[in-house]
């Protein structure tokens, strides 16, 4: 007797695993106070799962990566909590249409519950391969945006040049004033036309002005850098801090977070742009930072877990159209191990 043809479950029905998984485990009585699941949503499951004889496969692999998935997860909820919020805060969807666990309420504002809910939001949304919340949140504010890997060149109205790196995103403000520039996240390099009207790029925590010049700007998360290439940037924080203000000619950069800005430190502006032609390149840099750079041009996220391990000084150049090879050869060098998980989340312990 010929046995019966197999089929891999589609890719909808992985995501209505990632559901019915989701719902499961935040359902009330699972994991925070609340009535008894009710009997109809076990039953409807049951129902899914004898639908298709790929639906219990499909479950079974889902639970599979949820329970390996702990750690990471518990971690990006931690790191992305705030963007969780406001991404929830921004959803505007009539009750008599949402499904699954009640979003908001009194239970959603216990941390433990965030933390629960962001961990699983996170895995689910990533199955298909868009959840990246400060992205997505900066992009409807942004004028200009670019993916992971891509580089854009762009020449604005007033006939300023600027390149954006790898996932980046602006705002733009021109008026008969001044042209002012928010920069949402990443990095862009300017070249400014000169037309009378100042140029001012902001990021959170100050801003640069132009005297003349090319340069960058690059939020990271711990702070924003700026880095001139030629002439001349008046670079502001917080006017009550203790160095409000410095001007920084050709390769100097001065960084800023918090209202504080540090004291002009002189490098390698080439180096240090060197993205605009494929290029990461590091000096005595932690792999903390090494690797959030790198996240700029992998689809996902790249997730460091050993502390001790983030604060490894990496000096070296790498071709950044290759996340993978990036992190072999350093694999290499540091002995750390790693794994991939969805094809979207990249766990480095």
């Known amino acids: 007797m010929t046995s019966p043809l197999t089929f891999a479950a589609s890719t909808v029905q992985e995501r209505e695993a990632w559901r019915w998984l989701v719902r499961r485990h935040t359902a009330p009585g699972r994991d925070r106070p609340g009535r008894a699941k009710p009997v109809c949503d076990e039953r409807a499951f049951e129902r899914w799962l004898a639908a298709d004889p790929r639906h219990p496969e499909a479950y079974a692999r889902a639970e599979a990566v949820w329970i390996c998935s702990a750690a990471p997860a518990a971690r990006l909820a931690e790191e992305e909590s705030a963007a969780l919020a406001g991404y929830l805060a921004r959803m505007d969807v009539p009750a008599s249409r949402r499904r699954g666990p009640a979003w908001r309420g009194s239970a959603f504002r216990s941390p433990a519950w965030t933390l629960a809910m962001a961990a699983c939001l996170l895995l ?22 670019s993916a992971p890997g891509q580089i854009r060149e762009l020449t604005l109205t007033d006939g300023s040049h600027l390149v954006l ?45 132009v005297l003349g010049t090319e340069f960058e700007v690059r939020r990271l998360r711990q702070q924003t850098r700026v880095t001139v290439a030629t002439g001349r940037v008046a670079v502001r924080a917080d006017e009550t801090a203790e160095l409000p203000q410095a001007v920084l000619h050709a390769g100097q950069r001065v960084a800023f977070a918090g209202g504080r800005l540090t004291a002009p430190e002189t490098i390698d502006s080439g180096a240090a742009l060197a993205w605009r032609q494929g290029w990461l390149a590091f000096y005595q840099t932690p792999l903390s930072e090494v690797l959030e750079r790198l996240s700029d041009y992998y689809p996902g996220r790249i997730l460091l877990l050993d502390d001790d391990l983030a604060a490894r000084r990496v000096t070296g150049s790498f071709p950044s159209a290759n996340p993978h090879a990036v992190l072999d050869s350093l694999q290499a060098v540091l002995g750390f191990r790693q794994r991939e998980l969805l094809g979207r989340l990249i766990v480095i312990h």
């Open 165 to 209: 790196d790898s996932d980046s995103a602006l705002a733009l403000r021109f008026d008969q004033r001044e042209r002012r520039i928010e920069l949402l996240r990443g990095a862009a390099v300017f070249k400014v036309a000169h037309n009378g009207q100042p140029f001012v790029v902001s990021a959170e925590g100050g801003e640069a002005r």
């Open 124 to 145: 689910v949304l990533w199955t298909g391969g868009w959840w990246q919340p400060q992205r997505w949140l900066g992009d409807l504010r942004a004028d200009y945006v």
